[in-house]
């Protein structure tokens, strides 16, 4: 069986919503306000992933990166591109807008846990993808990148029950830090 891993920008109190700014939440941006090193290229390490395995998406995330990735072409760009896309949402009906883009049909665990079965699966954003996911038990790995920033208002990435995770690597990006944690 695969990997799922799950990469998120995230703060010192653990908000992981709006690091870009583009939601226009009263705290967002934080992501971008510590410079270039920690939020360009491969700064997950997902390294031969991306020739690999499939990136999931939710639609908001899909959206966003269906903007800004299509007309880059540096070499993690064209990698983003490549890289075959799936993208659950119950709005969309097309998913033209970005190559290699197809919808997940059907249940989402379902279709996931079909996926891992044959290669790897990276998922970005998409915070109600990943907790889904997460409920389901189907994440592996999480790969966050901790930015000394305290917002104190919005989405966080782990809410609910208590749960340990093992520490495989920690490493400087810049101001940030990448966190690397297995869930078994």
Do not use: C
């Amino acid at each position: 069986m695969s990997d799922l891993i799950v990469i998120e920008f995230a703060t010192l109190d653990g908000v992981v919503e709006d690091p870009d700014g583009s939601g226009g939440t009263a705290g967002g941006g934080w992501a971008f306000r510590h410079g270039p090193e920690a939020v360009a290229g491969d700064k997950f390490g997902l390294g031969p992933l991306l020739d690999t395995g499939v990136l999931l998406l939710g639609r908001t995330t899909w959206e966003l990166f269906a903007k800004l990735w299509p007309g880059r072409t540096d070499e993690f760009s064209t990698k983003m591109n490549n890289i075959p896309k799936r993208v659950a949402s119950r709005s969309l009906t097309e998913v033209d807008g970005w190559q290699n883009s197809s919808l997940v049909e059907g249940d989402l665990v379902g279709q996931v846990w079909e996926l891992k079965a044959r290669q790897d699966v990276v998922v970005t954003g998409s915070i109600s993808v990943v907790r889904e996911l997460a409920e389901a038990g189907l994440v592996d790995e999480y790969r966050l990148m901790v930015f000394p920033s305290v917002i104190g208002a919005g989405q966080r990435l782990f809410t609910g029950s208590m749960s340990d995770l093992r520490l495989i690597s920690l490493e400087r990006k810049g101001s940030a830090a990448l966190m690397r944690y297995r869930t078994s």
